[in-house]
């Protein structure tokens, strides 16, 4: 099973960006998918989750109104669109799914947005 997450890049505020997260290999079961970042020196925070049914999300504080998951569930994957992007959004972008009823991390994605 591999989780690849993807998507970042540099931005200018204001602007958006869209990271994908892909599960692959040998699933049977596919629960809640998140989306952490990590600044430099800090923990990772949790930015958003969703239930493998779509039906629960749950979002930072930080971001609600901003940032919204949303996922395909016939693709295994979860995908973050970020909008109205804020140099203060500038972090590595990690994504974390329960698969098999084990936990796998993707590796992080750079997000960086210029003022």
């Known amino acids: 099973v591999q989780l690849q997450a993807y998507g970042g890049g540099l931005v200018e505020a204001g602007e958006s960006l869209r990271l994908s997260c892909a599960a692959s290999g040998n699933i049977r079961s596919i629960g809640t998918m998140t989306w952490y970042r990590q600044y430099p020196g800090k923990q990772r925070e949790l930015v958003a989750s969703r239930s493998s049914s779509g039906r629960t999300t749950n979002y930072a504080d930080s971001v609600k109104g901003r940032f919204t998951i949303s996922g395909d569930n016939a693709k295994n994957t979860v995908y973050l669109q970020m909008n109205s992007l804020k140099p203060e959004d500038t972090a590595v972008y990690y994504c974390?799914?329960?698969?098999?009823?084990?936990?796998?991390w993707g590796q992080g994605t750079q997000v960086t947005v210029s003022s």
């Open positions: 974390k799914a329960i698969i098999n009823w084990t936990e796998y």
